[in-house]
């Protein structure tokens, strides 16, 4: 008897899961992939395009029967999820399951911040979280020609926890070539004490070190009030202030409206085993930055792509096993790595292994060109994978 398996979003974490469960499974089993579009951005070229460096057009990722063969391709928006039941709600109609994969991602939150949406709206603020972000804020870049650029963390958790640095140093590298670097103070503000605070303080200390060496400011524990977006204008809980004439903004994250309220998680953010990314409900797993997957030293894993990808394996021989077919045990490394571009096409980059005990092994290695090529060959790797 045939058994379906339903994933849910075509994000990094759901396209690698559906292809590996493909490979797993007999050709009987049918495996549904759901997403809204498919048709998305890849996020790691995102700062690339908010530099100049990539269009939009460049970084699409469309994935189609092709890049697929085996997996059904369902276009739908996911509305509810019943674990009880195993059974997932959709604008097309009720799909019952055998086994679930959730990777819905999280969704950007402006509205959760007093002013930030109006400000966005008003071309008072920009995000580089959407490529309509990155190119806007891209123009807003070379139209600043003095005052202050202020890179700014609205709100915790966030995507990929080097982003909003390497935004900064690849706007500063803009701006020098525009000539108005000179001109321009390009500040970072986060309510964390360090960048990249999971990663430990040695690598924290040495990003603030990069940061200096680039002439960008880090002031940390900023907890963001409100924006005050037509005096351009920060307001902070503490009640401290700052004034900006550009400001780039990582909004506010929050879960999909898909996975609130059906117990998955109470946080919205849905709790998964660390090591084999099953949650609390049989047959039920999830992946990427949809989860809360808790580290030894009580921090989350940070939401990146290459955590997603990294757990495709570990799901596809979990969902195997539990369909009663035979597969490696499942087993969560935890590894993982980032790059953070300087600017002139080089990188540094960050890696280590993030369910080390008692808090991560991570080692910041020196920027190189080497570094900055490694994830232009990632970015192609993937866009050439799911683009076929």
């Not at 003095?146 to 590298?173: H, N, S, T």
């Not at 059906?262 to 949650?279: E, F, H, N």
């Amino acid at each position: 008897m045939s058994k379906t398996v339903v994933v849910l979003g075509a994000g990094v974490g759901g396209l690698s899961v559906a292809s590996r469960l493909r490979e797993q499974l007999p050709e009987k089993d049918r495996i549904l992939l759901l997403d809204r579009s498919f048709d998305a951005t890849l996020g790691l070229s995102l700062l690339w395009v908010m530099r100049g460096w990539r269009t939009p057009e460049n970084v699409r990722v469309r994935p189609t029967p092709a890049a697929l063969p085996g997996v059904e391709m369902v276009t739908t928006t996911v509305e509810a999820i019943e674990p009880q039941q195993r059974r997932v709600l959709t604008e097309a109609g009720e799909i019952r399951y055998d086994a679930l994969v959730i990777a819905l991602g999280a969704d950007l939150a402006p509205r959760s911040v007093p002013g930030l949406a109006e400000a966005i709206e008003a071309g008072q603020a920009e995000e580089f979280y959407t490529t309509h972000g990155a190119r806007s804020l891209h123009q807003g870049l070379l139209n600043l020609r003095q005052g202050r650029l202020a890179v700014l963390i609205a709100g915790l958790p966030f995507k990929c926890p080097a982003a909003p640095f390497e935004a900064a140093l690849l706007a500063a590298d803009l701006l020098r070539e525009t000539g108005a670097r000179e001109h321009v103070r390009v500040d970072t503000l986060t309510p964390d004490p360090l960048p990249m605070p999971v990663a430990g303080p040695v690598v924290g200390q040495a990003l603030v070190g990069m940061l200096s060496r680039y002439d960008i400011g880090f002031l940390p524990q900023r907890g963001l009030e409100r924006v005050e977006g037509e005096n351009r204008r920060l307001v902070f809980t503490d009640g401290s202030q700052e004034d900006y004439d550009l400001l780039a903004v990582v909004p506010p994250h929050r879960p999909p409206a898909a996975v609130v309220g059906p117990g998955l998680g109470t946080s919205g953010w849905i709790p998964v085993d660390a090591r084999t990314l099953t949650t609390d409900h049989e047959g039920v797993w999830a992946i990427g930055d949809v989860t809360l997957l808790t580290l030894p030293n009580g921090k989350p894993l940070p939401k990146a792509a290459v955590f997603a990808e990294g757990e495709a394996d570990v799901v596809a021989f979990g969902v195997a096993r539990h369909l009663g077919y035979e597969a490696p045990t499942p087993w969560f490394t935890g590894f993982g790595s980032c790059y953070i571009e300087l600017g002139d096409h080089v990188a540094a980059k960050g890696e280590g292994n993030f369910l080390e005990a008692p808090a991560p092994m991570v080692t910041l290695l020196e920027p190189s060109a080497r570094f900055h090529q490694e994830k232009a060959d990632q970015e192609t790797d993937w866009i050439k994978r799911w683009n076929a």
